[in-house]
């Protein structure tokens, strides 16, 4: 079975996954079918798009999944991610596909920076363009 993922714009654009075989416009990672699509929505509309298509919120676990992920999506724009803090005050983070939050050489040397913002408890990634590495965001 394949997992398929969908990514948000963060003023955002959305990015799905499910575990199923790939459909037309699905971009196929490993057993992970993604998703990406260039429209502005907030963290909650993005679960609510991934779950209609069957699918659920993006975790990466890995560089090579990361810059996949780079590869289909839009240059400088920022994507919702599946992951959230799971305590205030904390940089504890967790996916909420249940996956092992088990990569983060991601973050941005400020990042993770609002610990203690409830409003800062999603992950975003910025695709920036040339070479560079997404960015990761809290």
């Not at 975790?59 to 959230?84: A, C, P, V």
């Not at 967790?94 to 409003?119: H, L, S």
Request: proline share 2%.
């Amino acid at each position: 079975m394949k997992s398929f993922f969908l990514f948000v714009l963060l003023n955002t654009s959305y990015l799905c996954f499910a575990i199923k075989g790939c459909e037309n416009g699905w971009h196929q990672f490993g057993n992970k079918c993604f998703y990406s699509r260039n429209f502005k929505v907030d963290v909650d509309e993005m679960q609510i798009i991934c779950s209609n298509l069957g699918a659920t919120m993006v975790s990466i676990h890995s560089d090579q999944e990361n810059r996949f992920i780079k590869n289909i999506t839009s240059m400088s724009n920022l994507y919702w991610l599946g992951g959230y803090r799971k305590q205030l005050g904390k940089s504890i983070f967790a996916w909420k596909d249940g996956t092992k939050f088990d990569y983060e050489n991601w973050w941005n040397q400020q990042e993770p920076n609002q610990i203690n913002d409830v409003n800062a408890s999603c992950m975003s990634i910025f695709i920036p363009s040339g070479e560079k590495a997404p960015d990761w965001h809290d």
